[in-house]
């Protein structure tokens, strides 16, 4: 069971906005940046949020991260077919002394 | 361009052992952590550990100490993931990835991933 908590599944439907929540504590979300992947079985996962909020080179404007405390979001606006995928908060955690995955969350465009 | 090449798919029966590896170019390997990522469709993402090529030092995730070994030779540019009796929940891909920040979760160049099937 990670240390971190991700609803299981996300949808909605083509141009709905999505949240996708991660739940940490203090010695991971509480004190460390927070990143978010994206994933789509049988490719290499890529990094769309770093630091928090940051997107990375490349990344659509539809994607948005922000951290409050111990949890943090991931949110697309405009949603579309292609951002079908898992999505996965990641941050450094104190107790582990390294990094830790959440759960992912299976988004589907209905 | 910093590339991640890894060895193929592996089919294997239990009790097997097996070494995977993972080849970095287009950066200093010997500089940057190299984590090894499970991933399966019942438990997603998960952090097997990490290595450091320039002096193979490894920090490995509690859930996988002492079930597989990680190894490097920086002077190849090569980091390995090696099992000595494969089990059947030992099915899964496998990504080797560069861990940009070794004190953050950031890790920004992937492999393309190696599957194992144990069966």
């Known amino acids: 069971q990670s240390a971190l908590t991700q609803p299981p599944s996300a949808s909605g439907t083509p141009g709905q906005r999505v949240t996708i929540s991660c739940s940490g504590s203090?010695?991971?979300?509480?004190?460390?940046?927070v990143y978010w992947y994206q994933h789509v079985p049988g490719t290499a996962p890529k990094v769309l949020i770093s630091?928090?909020?940051d997107r990375v080179s490349g990344v659509p404007d539809r994607f948005s991260g922000s951290k409050s405390g111990t949890s943090a979001s991931l949110a697309i606006n405009g949603l579309r077919s292609g951002d079908e995928a898992d999505y996965y908060c990641?941050?450094?955690?104190?107790?582990?002394?390294?990094?830790?995955f959440g759960g992912g969350t299976t988004l589907t465009v209905l | 361009e910093v590339q991640l090449v890894q060895s193929g798919a592996a089919v294997k029966k239990p009790g097997e052992s097996l070494q995977i590896s993972c080849k970095g170019s287009?950066?200093?390997?010997?500089?940057?952590?190299i984590g090894w990522v499970r991933h399966t469709p019942g438990k997603g993402l998960e952090l097997m550990g990490r290595?450091?090529?320039?002096?193979?030092?490894?920090r490995y995730s509690p859930s996988f100490q002492g079930h597989v070994i990680m190894s490097a030779d920086h002077s190849i540019g090569t980091a390995y993931l090696q099992w000595n009796s494969l089990k059947a929940s030992d099915t899964a891909i496998y990504y080797c990835?560069?861990?940009?920040?070794?004190?953050?979760?950031?890790?920004?160049?992937w492999g393309q991933g190696t599957p194992v099937t144990v069966s």
């Open positions: 990835a560069r861990h940009w920040d070794s004190t953050s979760s950031w890790f920004d160049y």
């Open positions: 990641a941050v450094w955690d104190d107790t582990l002394s390294g990094p830790v």
């Open positions: 203090y010695s991971n979300i509480g004190r460390h940046f």
């Open positions: 630091r928090n909020s």
């Open positions: 290595i450091y090529p320039g002096d193979s030092e490894t």
């Open positions: 287009g950066y200093s390997f010997a500089s940057y952590w």
